[in-house]
């Protein structure tokens, strides 16, 4: 325990200093992963509230996001690639760009299914199911998402911290740093533990009442 509480004092002191080397180092530390579990926990109930508060958001942000991706990575393909057998020119940073725009678009898409229940549904199985074994395998997959939240934020974020501590630029441009968007994947996850906590909160509440479970998911649905 003892070498826990160095550790997650390590980084936070490293984090308030924004000593991005310093980071790096005090990330590798055990006390990383106690740190990791609260930052998940803490941080998707955060965005669950927020989510909340602004139905808006709520409704809007993994779309948009994944909308606003997929089309930059389109249009930057369809510009370079005319350029290039056209005009025999071609960004140097075109060909590496789309990569981490799919990387960001993937993960918050990860979130957006989630909340629409389309990963670990089962629902045909799960119907014929006692309500209890019901429950028992909703509140199963809020424990795995959210363990799975915490094994990619934890380890992301020492990804992102080397990339910083190396100042990593993205290949084809010398002012963009590649830790800018590998930032997106701790982001994603916690957007995503948001998602698991917010179906669970809501299906312990459907428990109580008569209303069924397990409903048929529908990708691309609301």
């Not at 948001?194 to 459907?206: G, M």
């Amino acid at each position: 325990m003892g070498e826990w509480f160095n550790g997650i004092g390590g980084i936070l002191s490293a984090l308030i200093e924004g000593d991005s080397w310093g980071i790096s180092q005090a990330m590798q530390a055990t006390g990383v992963w106690p740190l990791g579990l609260v930052a998940i926990l803490l941080g998707g109930t955060i965005m669950m509230l927020v989510y909340r508060a602004v139905p808006l958001l709520e409704r809007h942000l993994e779309p948009t996001v994944m909308v606003v991706s997929y089309l930059t990575i389109g249009g930057i393909i369809f510009v370079e690639v005319f350029r290039r057998f056209v005009l025999n020119e071609q960004a140097p940073w075109s060909t590496t760009l789309p990569p981490f725009l799919f990387l960001i678009m993937t993960w918050v898409g990860c979130s957006y299914n989630v909340k629409l229940r389309t990963h670990l549904a089962f629902a045909e199985f799960r119907t014929a199911m006692p309500r209890p074994l019901q429950m028992a395998c909703l509140a199963l997959d809020a424990a795995l998402w959210l363990g799975f939240c915490w094994v990619v934020f934890v380890t992301s974020m020492k990804v992102v911290a080397n990339s910083a501590a190396n100042f990593q630029f993205m290949l084809g441009t010398d002012n963009l740093m590649q830790w800018w968007f590998l930032i997106s994947v701790p982001i994603s996850f916690l957007l995503l533990a948001a998602r698991a906590i917010e179906n669970l909160l809501r299906d312990l509440k459907t428990y109580g009442t008569d209303a069924p479970l397990i409903q048929q998911a529908v990708i691309g649905g609301e």
